[in-house]
């Protein structure tokens, strides 16, 4: 008998440390951390806090060389971020999204037989955002001057060895970049072969990026040598991208593929340094960018959710799947009616979409037998001691007879999970960095001979007033965004920084890796690897004509069990399966007890992290 209990005690240690084993190891480090897409932009990360510079100053490194590395993104895309200042205990946002230009009306695109901003080319580009980003970031918060920040992208833009998947994506996508002159030269520098762009492990040149920071580099430089001290002499660099021979032949070359962005444009576009948004859940404090992203609507889902006893279900039961499906499915409801641009009129309801009292109401929606197909915007307004002005088209969306299900094809999920990267850093100092760049992904149009491939984010707009009054393309107006990083407060100190690719799916997977970690005391590794659940129940923010929601449409996990399968079909549900269903999320956790931080890289792809 003592025998078999010696024998069942460790079979028992062995199991749990088996169930402890995660794909990718956890990061651990004492003085910083750097976690991005790319193994090679990681390094980059890392080389910059190895010469002594803060968390500002490798996140701008690693996004500098992820855009080089069109990581699902490029110099022309757009950056968002939230900062944790510690001299100041304060959180900041970063609003570097480019805006609509000149001549981008409703008007315009539908005399063209459009319902959508077109997905791809110079008509559905932004005003670039990331170089004014990368700039503002760093000669406010940073220590460090462009040039060195800059350093890792410019020997990149010079030649590096290029991976598979960026490869394999210019080569299905070349029958596109044969339409425009500029993406041609860079991408496809075997044309006419039967393989047309580069191999993986080729040397990829961009000689005119490289050109291009250079340029901005040198006006640095130069006005370093007139006396201008670190940050002045950044934003010299700045002005020279968006007021002079750069912006110039970025307007060019995108006018002469058919864009619409002048001069005036990229001039009068600023950097916006906000205060972000955030709820207390549950004793901690989560911050999100404004309602230009859809990052509030993760605050709305964990207010709502405020209202159940997650942790008494059980992990990924039917039941905890349920209920936080329908917490998503009713705040992105509000998402697709209530979100946009904060500087444009009309004002949205954020106050009223915020409050616990407008989410005990919506809980009281959530049928625990039952999906609620379809979920419909509610009425925030009364919750700020207002009468909502367009209750005209509420009416409109809820006398819509529901949707017939149709199953999601591979376009529409490409177009779900259109990805991005996410870059995350901190030190010893306390600075914190998490940010979601994205934009000008391949296949890209390049501007010009400036090497930079324009924003495809104006798609995000919406052409007609029922679908978001606040969201209707204007010139000027910044659309409403997927993109949204995540920092997370405890006890008056930083407890998580998280952000994720993938298009609608990104506050899905940041609010179960939120509650794997803060109901089920999952470690950031083992989050980031934990299979979670996405609805396709909601208007796509990307991509195509057809962006109408999929009613119970739900992915999960392929290892499912088949009990929680049945009961999930039950409640209505159609179920897809997929085997990794979990971000990718990346993420760094503050361990305040032995004053170290964790980090946790995706296991999906080429997501990586460095810490020392």
Request: with cysteine; proline share 7%; aromatic share 10%.
């Amino acid at each position: 008998m003592r025998k078999f209990l010696v024998l069942t005690c460790c079979l028992c240690r062995l199991l749990s440390l088996q169930a402890q084993q995660t794909q990718k190891p956890p990061l651990h480090a004492k003085n910083w951390l750097a976690i991005t897409g790319k193994p090679l932009a990681a390094t980059a990360g890392a080389a910059i806090f190895q010469k002594g510079g803060n968390a500002v100053d490798a996140a701008c490194a690693m996004i500098a060389a992820t855009c080089t590395m069109w990581d699902v993104l490029s110099w022309g895309g757009e950056t968002q971020a939230l900062i944790y200042n510690p001299r100041t205990g304060k959180v900041i946002g970063i609003n570097a999204l480019g805006v609509a230009p000149t001549g981008a009306t409703p008007e315009y695109f539908k005399s063209k037989g459009m319902h959508y901003v077109p997905e791809y080319g110079p008509l559905a580009a932004v005003t670039p955002g990331t170089p004014g980003g990368i700039c503002t970031m760093l000669a406010e918060y940073g220590t460090m001057s462009l040039k060195e920040v800059l350093t890792p992208a410019m020997q990149m833009a010079a030649g590096y060895p290029i991976e598979a998947q960026t490869a394999n994506s210019m080569e299905r996508g070349k029958e596109r970049i044969k339409q425009w002159p500029y993406s041609k030269a860079v991408f496809l520098p075997h044309a006419g072969q039967e393989r047309e762009a580069p191999e993986a492990g080729e040397i990829f040149k961009q000689n005119d990026l490289l050109e291009t920071l250079q340029k901005m580099v040198e006006s640095e430089q130069q006005a370093l040598k007139k006396g201008k001290n670190r940050k002045e002499a950044i934003y010299a660099a700045y002005a020279r991208f968006y007021t002079g021979d750069i912006a110039k032949e970025f307007v060019r070359g995108c006018q002469e593929q058919g864009g619409l962005i002048t001069e005036a444009d990229l001039a009068k576009w600023k950097v916006q340094i906000e205060e972000p948004m955030s709820v207390n859940y549950k004793g901690v404090e989560v911050y999100k960018l404004k309602q230009w992203t859809q990052g509030p609507a993760m605050l709305q889902m964990l207010n709502i959710l405020e209202n159940f006893d997650l942790k008494s279900m059980g992990y990924n039961s039917a039941r905890y799947i349920h209920t936080v499906t329908q917490a998503m499915q009713l705040a992105f409801a509000d998402r697709d009616f209530y979100y946009g641009d904060p500087y444009f009129a009309p004002e949205e309801p954020m106050k009223g979409l915020l409050s616990k009292e407008y989410a005990k109401e919506r809980a009281k929606l959530i049928n625990p037998a039952k999906n609620l197909s379809p979920a419909l915007p509610g009425d925030p307004y009364p919750f700020e001691g207002k009468t909502n002005p367009f209750t005209g088209y509420l009416q409109q969306w809820r006398s819509n007879k529901p949707l017939a299900y149709t199953p999601p094809d591979e376009k529409y999920m490409e177009k779900l999970w259109l990805g991005t990267t996410s870059v995350e850093a901190a030190d010893s100092a306390g600075w914190v960095v998490s940010v979601t760049p994205s934009g000008g992904w391949l296949p890209a149009c390049i501007a010009g001979r400036t090497g930079v491939g324009m924003s495809q984010r104006m798609q995000s707009f919406v052409l007609d007033s029922v679908l978001d009054p606040f969201n209707v393309v204007e010139p000027g107006k910044h659309p409403r965004v997927t993109l949204t990083p995540t920092l997370a407060m405890k006890d008056g100190k930083p407890y998580l920084s998280f952000a994720v690719q993938g298009g609608d799916t990104q506050d899905q997977n940041l609010l179960q890796f939120f509650l794997n970690v803060t109901e089920f005391g999952m470690t950031v590794q083992e989050a980031v690897e934990a299979p979670n659940v996405n609805t396709n129940q909601l208007y796509l923010s990307l991509g195509g004509e057809d962006r109408t929601p999929k009613p119970g449409s739900l992915l999960v996990n392929s290892n499912t069990p088949d009990w929680i399968r049945r009961e999930l079909i039950k409640m209505g549900y159609k179920l897809m399966y997929e085997d990794r269903t979990s971000g990718p999320v990346n993420a760094i956790y503050f361990d305040s007890r032995h004053g170290t931080m964790w980090g946790g890289s995706s296991n999906h792809g080429e997501d990586y992290g460095v810490g020392w």
